[in-house]
């Protein structure tokens, strides 16, 4: 079973905004750092956000920038992606991942648990 959740995935259209949540399954803990990752078909996994256990600390990829922003809740061990001026170009299935340090990382190897992931489609 998947221990972390995502959800709100859904097709939206261009400059409409959307928010992404990734809840962790009951008893896991030590995800100290969270973040975002995405994959278009035909293209390799992309780190989009990263965020710190107590939130002071965040980082995001270069082409969402200024428009995605990384929260999360320690008492639900959740984070959520809030995301604004969606395009085209930002259509991918969505990954939640987590790891057991505190360091911050945009290397998808170095995130221990994934969730499975939510669709989502900017289109016209």
């Known amino acids: 079973q998947a221990q972390l959740a995502e959800s709100g995935g859904r097709l939206v259209k261009p400059g409409e905004s959307l928010r992404l949540s990734c809840e962790a399954s009951p008893g896991i803990y030590n995800f100290y750092v969270m973040g975002w990752f995405r994959q278009a078909p035909g293209k390799e996994r992309e780190f989009v956000a990263a965020i710190s256990w107590g939130g002071g600390s965040t980082d995001y990829g270069e082409t969402v920038k200024g428009r995605f922003s990384i929260r999360r809740d320690n008492t639900k061990e959740a984070v959520h992606l809030q995301m604004i001026d969606l395009k085209p170009e930002d259509t991918a299935t969505y990954y939640c991942?987590?790891?057991?340090?505190?360091?911050?990382?945009?290397?998808?190897?170095?995130?221990?648990?994934w969730g499975q992931g939510t669709q989502v489609t900017v289109s016209s």
């Open positions: 991942a987590a790891r057991g340090t505190y360091s911050l990382s945009r290397s998808r190897h170095d995130y221990d648990y």
